[in-house]
């Protein structure tokens, strides 16, 4: 798992590249709350995720909920195939709405 962060005005956005599973959520989970709680915008470019389980999705989720419950937006950028599949296989779609 990679990420590479950039920061402008307010908003962060996060390269994420490689796995999105169980292996590496515990790496991700705090720094992807702390880009959020540090912008008003939380832009994450997904097309570099390869792999992805039901604890990655849980951890865009939760990014989600977080986002929405501090009145901060949240995006996903450009969706892997692989991430794709994952949101299709819950019926969700890209941008999270129907969790």
Partial sequence: MELQETFCEGVCRLHVAGEMTIYSALELKPRLL??????????????????????????????????????KEMELLAPSDALQEALQQYYVNSRLENI
Avoid: P
């Fill in 34 to 71: 702390g880009a959020l709680r540090g912008s008003n915008r939380l832009e994450l470019e997904v097309d570099g995720v390869t792999e992805v389980d039901t604890a990655g999705l849980q951890l865009l989720f939760l990014l989600k909920r977080e986002a929405t419950a501090t009145g």
